[in-house]
């Protein structure tokens, strides 16, 4: 296994594109079915959006938690609905493993949304450099990983928008989901 790329090596790759479904969750009534359909799973890819703020010493809060199975993303606009009582009970379940990237920066951010301790959360950044893999990025392990590129030409753009577009989507759902995949990639290197 390579152990770091470059940018450049990055920018010649093919982009990755998620290919399941993805649901936009608006509403409480949605977000506790989702999380229902979310339980049946013992590891979900965990990760976060916020608004950009581009003035100094302002803060905003996560518009966004993606939720992903190999299957299906959900993706909570808590920026609509807050965050409701079964997605935060999710987020506390030791029963159900919850995998990301640079998750420090999540919880503190989270810390603005609920108060409660998140439990079963996995930093991939804590476990990659065990299987010889010295960046730190998402986009630099995937691409070690799988040979393939994640897009990051949405990262700053408007969390908060009133309806996501579908690159927003589609970019939001890839980052959960790129942590669960990697995360099972590395899981299959311990069986060998």
Request: proline share 2%; with cysteine; aromatic share 10%.
């Amino acid at each position: 296994m390579v152990a770091y790329i470059t940018k450049e090596e990055i920018a010649g790759l093919d982009v990755e594109v998620f290919p399941r479904k993805i649901h936009v969750v608006n509403a409480e009534e949605e977000a506790n079915k989702a999380v229902e359909e979310l339980r049946k799973y013992k590891f979900i890819g965990f990760d976060t959006e916020t608004k950009p703020n581009f003035k100094k010493g302002q803060k905003n809060k996560i518009a966004l938690i993606q939720l992903s199975t190999n299957d299906f993303c959900y993706l909570f606009r808590l920026n609509k609905m807050g965050i409701p009582a079964s997605l935060r009970n999710l987020l506390h379940d030791s029963s159900i493993t919850k995998i990301g990237l640079s998750l420090k920066d999540d919880f503190a951010a989270m810390a603005g949304r609920t108060k409660s301790e998140m439990l079963s959360f996995i930093d991939l950044q804590n476990i990659v450099g065990d299987y010889g893999i010295e960046d730190k990025s998402l986009q630099k392990i995937y691409a070690i990983l799988f040979n393939k590129r994640i897009s990051k030409a949405q990262r700053l753009s408007n969390w908060e928008a009133d309806t996501l577009t579908e690159a927003q989507k589609a970019y939001a759902a890839i980052d959960a989901w790129a942590c669960l995949k990697i995360y099972n990639e590395l899981k299959k290197a311990d069986s060998h």
